[in-house]
């Protein structure tokens, strides 16, 4: 019997991990279907930003008590998973608790510690879903967030709590093991016969693994995905002064051209396209921003547009991105490859409404705590439909006008800009 169990145990495993690779294999493939984007840069500077801000949470930081909520939440249930690896030992070779001889006191230590751990995410993952469905705090409850959205942010947080009463219950039912937290779960079993209490931690330890190889197969398709995405995206956050733009040379090139036409070539190919109608035309950093967000509403809050009753949610602009990017994904996988649906990120998913809105003043990306950018996306989209599709309003294309003609947003020629002076 305990063989039947353990080539089981090593089937569920061996599947259970195939199937997550494989989707962070379609994950990757999709991000990479962004324009080549180089960031290579301060090395030391970006390892800074993975410590502080993916590991250290540092812009969490600025509401300590969630943030030491979170912590719990993020690096516990993390930590908590290094007995993962004594647990699928002991699910193939069949045996129990296969690290306890040799490390002796030491695993004692690290046992309560994870208990200790395993109650703190507990407790404020209970905290969390009061917040989001009992207390109802303003950036939980947006339009944003109707349907999948809430259920799924809902989901990981019982889920966390099913595995984490599952760990516990695990270690009060093993007549051997005596540890803090669990301890106290002990009287309940006490009065049991020894083969029930057996029965009750093989189940619990059955359910445990079997959750957590569940929870890792949910993972890419939630927003939670920034548990794992958060890392890089520190890494490759751009270091430049917030609200510097990246320029398009083309352009740049097009007004050198009409200053100084002597420098213009003579076989210079036209620019395929401006800015960005669809996820392919976005960068990849773009693209890994979508899948990294939380949802956690911190930047729709800080929004002055948003904040103003306007359509405009960076939030919004970041789940939109990522549902178009996997619709690309899925037309990939059924076409082999991307057969034109009629759809684009532009118009489709993300409104003309919704990106005018935008006053480019960068609160969004000084609020996330997971260093997205949705103004680059924004302004990819606008350039798209001013440039691509001349729509703009007319306020602005007079001052595109004016900009053109006389070099500045005002109706004046350059010769006339000082004559002011002489009023």
């Known amino acids: ?51 502080l801000l993916a590991l250290g949470q540092r812009k969490m930081f600025r509401n300590p008590l969630v943030a030491i909520l979170h912590l719990f939440v993020y690096v516990g249930f993390i930590i908590i998973n290094i007995e993962l690896l004594e647990i699928i030992i002991d699910g193939i070779a069949g045996t129990h608790r296969i690290f306890k001889p040799y490390l002796g006191t030491f695993y004692d230590f690290l046992i309560n510690s994870f208990e200790i751990l395993a109650f703190l995410v507990l407790v404020a993952c209970v905290v969390f879903l009061a917040r989001r469905n009992i207390v109802r705090i303003k950036r ?106 990246h320029n398009m040379p083309s352009i740049q090139n097009e007004v050198l051209y009409a200053m100084q036409p002597e420098l213009a070539p003579t076989n210079a190919a036209a620019p395929e396209k401006f800015g960005a109608r669809d996820v392919m035309d976005l960068s990849w950093k773009n693209l890994m921003d979508a899948y990294s967000c939380t949802e956690c509403g911190r930047c729709s809050t800080a929004c002055p547009a948003n904040s103003t009753g306007k359509l405009l949610s960076p939030r919004k602009i970041m789940m939109d991105t990522r549902d178009r990017l996997e619709a690309v994904g899925k037309n990939i996988d059924a076409n082999k490859q991307f057969i034109d649906d009629g759809k684009s990120l532009l118009h489709d998913y993300i409104s003309v409404e919704e990106l005018r809105a935008c006053t480019t003043c960068n609160a969004c990306v000084e609020e996330c705590p997971v260093s997205i950018s949705p103004l680059d996306i924004i302004l990819e989209l606008r350039r798209s439909l001013v440039m691509e599709e001349s729509n703009a309003p007319s306020e602005w294309n007079g001052m595109f006008s004016n900009i053109e003609n006389n070099f500045a947003p005002w109706k004046f020629a350059p010769d006339d800009r000082d004559a002011w002076t002489a009023q």
């Not at 690779?21 to 030391?44: A, E, T, V």
């Not at 029930?196 to 190889?213: F, N, Q, V």
């Open 140 to 245: 939980f409850i947006s339009k944003d967030l109707e349907g999948w959205p809430k259920s799924d942010a809902n989901a990981i947080l019982i889920i966390e709590i099913v595995l984490m009463g599952l760990f516990l219950t695990m270690n009060a039912a093993d007549a051997e093991a005596n540890y803090y937290i669990s301890s106290y779960l002990k009287p309940l079993f006490s009065n049991l016969p020894s083969s029930t209490t057996i029965a009750i931690e093989h189940t619990a330890w059955w359910l445990h693994i079997l959750g957590i190889y569940a929870f890792m197969n949910y993972l890419p398709y939630s927003k939670h995905l920034h548990i794992i995405l958060a890392f890089p995206n520190a890494y490759y956050a751009p270091l430049i002064p917030k609200g510097q733009m």
């Open 1 to 51: 019997m305990a063989y039947v169990a353990s080539i089981l145990f090593t089937a569920i495993t061996m599947i259970a991990f195939f199937v997550f690779f494989k989707k962070l294999g379609k994950i990757g493939r999709n991000i990479h279907l962004g324009k080549p984007f180089q960031i290579n840069d301060q090395k030391g500077k970006r390892l800074q930003n993975v410590l």
